[in-house]
Nanobody, 118 residues
């Protein structure tokens, strides 16, 4: 199983920005980001294919978040702009198969906390 390590979480004010990173230790394919807010189920938010040529986003983040990858560094990114308190959650990096309405995760990261203050 591939080890995934997220970083970049923290506290940010509303309307601010934050960039998350996920370092992958092992071979990768399609990768994605999920988040889980307190008291809620884990939610798929974005994914990118192996080559980086195709991305998919949940409606809740489309236009505000951008997923990208740097395969030379074996790192996945999530640029988050125009953050709101509703974006407060633990953000998880994942490796697997991803479509907007279907996701199969083979490996999870440990998560990184993002808190957006109003």
């Amino acid at each position: 199983q591939v080890r995934l390590v997220e970083s970049g979480g923290g506290l940010v004010q509303a309307k601010g920005s934050l960039r998350l990173a996920c370092d992958a230790f092992g071979p990768t394919d399609s990768m994605g980001w999920f988040r889980q807010a307190p008291g809620k189920e884990r939610e798929f938010i974005a994914a990118i294919n192996r080559s980086g040529s195709s991305t998919v986003y949940a409606d809740s983040v489309k236009g505000r978040f951008t997923i990208s990858r740097n395969d030379l560094k074996n790192t996945l990114y999530l640029q988050m702009n125009s953050l709101t308190p509703e974006d407060t959650a633990v953000y998880y990096c994942a490796l697997g198969t991803f479509y907007r309405d279907y996701q199969k995760v083979d490996s999870w990261g440990q998560g990184t906390h993002v808190t957006v203050s109003s």
